[in-house]
């Protein structure tokens, strides 16, 4: 990590928001079509992004349409067309593409999108948490997770890379943290046009993608039943799992453009001597790092695992990296109902027996905006070494709402009064 | 790290004044991040920003519950309990009030900085918000930053007009600032 | 495609200068309204356009299923809540991207008048650069015969059956026409399958008007199936529906709205009902209510068009 805010050659430093540089991402990215519509917290975007086009900064159709299924629906269909597409969303807004989120995965039609990470239980859960992921989990999209301003500008970027590649062809869904990450301004190096249009090239020199157009007699968005239906599914489940691999190529290749990397399906932070892991994804890992310094300052062993790239799961890599550790705890901003664990807890817990015997909890915190703070940090830690110290630890920890930890935190509430 | 809690209300600018400075602390090389207290807004309604400023790159994303400086723009929360709540010690705090006296106190408050920055603002840019002189004035308080790149970062904020009046807002908060070592 | 006629359009088959993309034997059911209209669209404008469509009963010949299809055309299958902002994807990318093109959206009245209202309205006020038309046969025939916005009062459909405590749809029918020529788009117009030249003339129209922005066409297209009448019928159901006013024919360029068919001794209603067994159970008094519906509608219809001249909007000096 350089320590001096200094730009590359040509490229600029500017203090921006994650929404701006969520915007400034794509705008580098020179999609054709734009579908805009406001959220909270995610307005910001489609703001830049208008004032770009009122500018004649940003040579793309924008549609202002009338609700976010619309966005989805449009950028999809312009997808196919054979144009470059972005649009925004978060939480509701999310939701509300939701069938248009299924069949723009099932034409495998390559939309980048940016989704800011909001809760849903309420339509006053104006709140920072990543339900709103966790409700599209399973469409058919490449997730990918930003830590800092900085990574939500490479990974939009990025993201055409991989949703466009010929061999891919899905789209991709770039999230990160609601108001701790959408309005946190902090240094971002901003690359040049050229450089970002040297990036993208190398999908020129592909083979043209199949495309809807006049007199083609061509027809999409069709799946039909049996076989038909199965040979196009699996061919998408094939093309999720060569994203793998393929993002960590992009990641080689943006690395040796702009001089920086974020790693690929995950970054590793401490990890090699580590005896216990933290695995967690978004904002809360650069808090995470900053204690783990602390901590390592003090003799513990701990290390982090940030997962980047949430579907297709990295279960590869993940196995790879925390085999043979003595305990990792998973931090999870969101729930998995009908289990115990947070999602990516339970996710992680499909792979234990190749893990060679790491002892796994959960902690489920940062939901409902409440602050994953350093002290919250520093508590998983520690809970994360008294498991691998062989202590007796629940295996599931609710970080900011201690009545979940208590013993008799699920029985129903008429119980505890005494009765009905 | 200094980490700097601003309180104040919607209309006051008081996230941008946390913008600005982390602006600023990059135009010297160094790193600063910002961002604000959630709530619905609202014109008038309590504001709280935060701001991380530091030689290496700010990883924390988390809000600030101890902070070394406190910056109020609102002068009607001087001596609320919120306003002092984590302060460390040798604690600074900058205000804005229209009353250049010592009337606020604290265990911890080491120094004080107050500043009418509503006054310089409706003399210069004739509009009552008090941001940009605020941000002169912590440049000379904290001691962090010189004028100059405060008066730089301006540019990503104003043009024409505004921005030359928002500088000499900036300037004449650093240069009428009142200081007290308490 | 090869162009297959030239000369003055006098007749119906003038118009028809395009091939037929489909295939022989195309399975709807017998008299299918909707078959025809379906056939004539790209004889008369082209088989260049792209069509889009949603699941229904024009899904299965129109879409295809897997990668098999029954016609020629360029054609993409949309969800029914999301169609017209299908449509606007594709037409703007073409715009942007200089392609020629006409996205004909081709949706039921499930579609354009109920579920996917909103971003048809949305897509009008916006003015997107295509040709939206809905073929009304007055509920979800393909699900079996539900109730939609455009059912007319009294009607039987499954989800307003008959029985002890209902005489059918209990509501008025909504005039989706009318309401899409109040957004003040280029072209808005009626049409019926009774009245092919007249269709022909509106589908030219709208190609010609979706260069200056939405194109809406509204086709009356009855269901032998679901309405319960012979299917020899189709034809004069839509010729009594325009003879009753049930349907009047008319159209708004640019705002201006004018009969396009007047129809000098409207004919009462029963005339029409009588053809079709969705409405066999009413009595004089159920069809005085579904009459009063028409004649309020027709003679609102007549005001409008009585400020032909007076009331247009501005046309910007490209038009």
Redesign the interface.
């Known amino acids: 990590m350089n320590t001096k805010a200094k730009a590359k050659t040509g490229s600029q430093i500017k203090v921006i928001t994650g929404n701006a540089a969520a915007a400034i991402g794509a705008k580098l990215a020179r999609p054709d079509v734009v579908a805009a519509y406001p959220i909270t917290p995610q307005t910001e975007i489609i703001e830049q992004i208008s004032k770009f086009h009122a500018n004649g900064e940003m040579d793309c159709e924008l549609i202002t349409v009338e609700g976010e299924n619309s966005a989805m629906n449009a950028v999809m269909a312009a997808s196919l067309a054979g144009g470059r597409v972005f649009t925004a969303s978060s939480s509701w807004g999310l939701v509300f593409m939701y069938d248009a989120i299924l069949a723009t995965a099932g034409a495998r039609a390559p939309v980048v999108m940016v989704n800011v990470n909001r809760e849903t239980p309420g339509i006053i859960a104006v709140s920072c948490g990543q339900q709103d992921m966790i409700s599209t989990r399973d469409a058919g999209w490449i997730f990918l997770i930003a830590e800092t301003c900085q990574e939500v500008l490479d990974i939009v970027v990025q993201a055409y890379r991989l949703a466009e590649d010929y061999d891919i062809q899905v789209p991709v869904m770039v999230h990160y943290d609601g108001f701790y990450l959408s309005y946190l301004s902090e240094v971002v190096d901003v690359p040049l046009q050229e450089d970002v249009d040297k990036f993208l090239s190398v999908l020129k020199d592909q083979p043209e993608r199949t495309k809807l157009v006049p007199g083609g007699r061509l027809g999409c968005g069709t799946h039909g039943i049996l076989g038909g239906y199965l040979e196009l599914r699996h061919k998408h489940m094939s093309a999720m799992e060569r994203s793998k691999a393929k993002f960590e190529e992009i990641d080689k290749e943006f690395e040796a453009i702009f001089g920086r990397s974020h790693g690929g399906q995950i970054e590793k932070y401490r990890m090699d001597d580590a005896d216990v892991v933290l695995v967690g994804s978004g904002s809360m890992c650069g808090t995470i790092k900053a204690v783990i310094d602390e901590k390592r300052d003090s003799g513990v062993k701990v290390g982090l695992l940030k997962i980047r790239m949430y579907r297709p799961f990295p279960s590869e890599v993940m196995v790879e990296v925390l085999k043979g550790k003595k305990a990792i705890g998973v931090v999870d901003r969101s729930l998995c109902f009908g289990f115990k664990g947070g999602p990516m807890y339970t996710e992680l817990k499909a792979f234990e027996t190749q893990l060679g015997g790491s002892k796994m909890i959960s902690f489920i915190d940062g939901i409902a905006n409440t602050d994953i703070t350093q002290a919250n940090v520093e508590q998983m830690i520690d809970t994360t070494c008294d498991l691998a110290a062989g202590k007796d630890v629940r295996e599931v920890t609710w970080v900011s709402y201690p009545e979940a930890n208590e013993p008799d935190s699920e029985k129903p509430d008429s119980e505890k009064r005494g009765g009905l | 790290m200094s980490e700097v809690r601003f309180h104040g209300r919607g209309g006051q600018g008081v996230v941008t004044t946390?913008?600005i400075l982390?602006?600023a602390f990059?135009?010297t090389?160094?790193?600063?991040?910002?961002?604000?207290m959630?709530g619905?807004e609202r014109r008038g309604a309590p504001v709280t920003a935060f701001g991380r400023f530091s030689?290496?790159?700010?990883?924390?994303?988390?809000?600030i519950?101890n902070p070394d400086i406190i910056v109020v723009l609102d002068p009607t929360q001087r001596n609320s309990e919120a306003v002092f709540q984590g302060l460390l010690p040798d604690g600074m705090m900058l205000l804005n009030d229209s009353d250049i006296t010592i009337n606020v106190s604290h265990e911890n408050l080491k120094k004080l900085g107050i500043i009418n920055a509503n006054k310089i603002a409706m003399e210069e840019i004739g509009l009552s918000i008090p941001n940009t002189v605020i941000v002169g004035a912590f440049a000379k308080m904290s001691g962090l930053l010189e004028i100059e790149p405060c008066c730089d970062?301006l540019q990503?904020y104003f043009s024409g007009k505004k921005l030359d009046a928002n500088i000499v807002c900036a300037k004449r908060g650093f240069e009428e600032i009142k200081l007290f070592d308490l | 495609m090869t162009e297959k006629k030239q000369g003055k359009l006098t007749k119906v088959l003038d118009y028809l200068k395009h091939e037929d993309p489909f295939s022989k034997g195309v399975a709807f059911c017998p008299g299918c309204g909707l078959e025809l209209l379906l056939r004539f669209i790209p004889q008369v404008l082209g088989n260049d356009i792209v069509i889009t469509g949603t699941p229904s009963c024009s899904a299965p010949v129109l879409l295809g299923q897997n990668n098999q299809s029954w016609h020629t055309l360029s054609y993409f299958g949309t969800l029914m809540t999301g169609a017209a902002a299908n449509a606007t994807g594709l037409a703007r990318y073409y715009r942007k991207a200089g392609i020629k093109n006409t996205v004909v959206c081709f949706n039921g009245d499930g579609t354009a008048a109920d579920i996917g209202f909103g971003n048809l309205s949305g897509a009008a006020e916006r003015n997107e650069p295509f040709i939206y038309i809905c073929y009304d046969n007055e509920g979800y025939m393909n699900t079996g015969i539900q109730k939609s916005g455009t059912t007319p009062y009294g009607a039987s459909t499954t989800t307003t059956p008959l029985g002890s405590a209902s005489k059918g749809k209990n509501l008025r029918r909504m005039n989706l026409a009318l309401k899409m020529a109040m957004h003040k788009i280029p072209y808005a117009a009626t049409a019926t399958l009774s009245d092919m030249g007249d269709l022909a003339k509106k589908l030219l129209k709208a190609k010609e008007a979706k260069e200056r922005g939405f194109a809406f066409l509204h086709v009356f297209a009855p269901c032998t199936t679901g309405w319960g009448y012979a299917p020899e019928n189709t034809i004069e159901v839509c010729r009594r529906a325009v003879k009753t006013n049930y349907f009047p024919l008319w159209e708004a360029v640019n705002g201006k709205i004018r009969m396009t068919k007047t129809v000098k001794k409207p004919k009462p209603v029963s005339t029409y009902t009588k053809l079709i067994k969705k409405f066999a159970h009413l009595n004089e008094a159920d069809l005085q209510i579904l009459q009063d519906d028409i004649d309020y509608e027709y003679c609102m219809l007549g005001g409008l068009s009585a400020l032909e001249g007076e009331c247009q909007l501005p046309v910007s000096s490209e038009d």
Do not use: H, L, M, W
Not at chain 2, 29 to 36: E, M
Not at chain 2, 55 to 63: A, G, L, N, S
């Open positions: 946390s913008k982390a602006n990059a135009r090389g160094r790193f600063g991040a910002s961002f604000p959630f619905f030689d290496k790159p700010v990883r924390e994303k988390t809000q519950y970062a990503d």
